[in-house]
């Protein structure tokens, strides 16, 4: 595989649709592939949310904006506003804590931007653009450091590793709404071709 070809597949299971909870995703039948000759960063895709607050912020293109400079390639995009079955299947790894309620009131009481990003290792990327869990802890420059105060209120959702990105891409999207394309850029980007 090329360095910055992007993966193979990124569904392990039948995707699940807002509206329609089936459940956590069947345990990966087929792994991404990932580019592993020398010199290749692993190509990942990622989930990322610009939660309700950053929509109600005027914050989408800013976010936005920091993602496409870093250089990923955005390969889906949806707007809308969860429903209650969707916000739980997308935060169940946290079912059994204290502010899972309040965390999925806060999900589903706005519109928010679904996108998927493509790029070497992604999946960090993304996560250090983002910054901690909690602003204060966050650094400046990140998003989170830069424009949010609260854990509560942190303005933007990312996969935290390979099993959950593949995961939370099947809740928002089908595996067609994904665009495989390549950009001028990407060979500066993302690395020889
Ligand atoms: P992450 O968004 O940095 O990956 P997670 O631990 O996955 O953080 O938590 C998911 C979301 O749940 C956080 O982004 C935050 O909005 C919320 N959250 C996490 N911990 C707390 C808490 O202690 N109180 C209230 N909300 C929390
Ligand atoms: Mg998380």
Redesign the pocket.
Known sequence: MRCGAPPRSVFASAPVLAGENRGPAKASRKRTVAATAKGCARVERTLVLVKPDGVQRNLIGEIVSRLERKGLRLVAARFLQADRALAEAH?AP?RERP?FP??IAFLTSGPMLALVWEGPRAIEQVRTI?G??DPAKSPPGSIRGDLALT??N?LI??S?GPESAEREIGLFFRPEDLVTYRRAGDAWAQGRE
């Open positions: 935060y946290h502010f309040e965390l983002m901690a869990t854990v509560g942190n959702h990312g935290d």
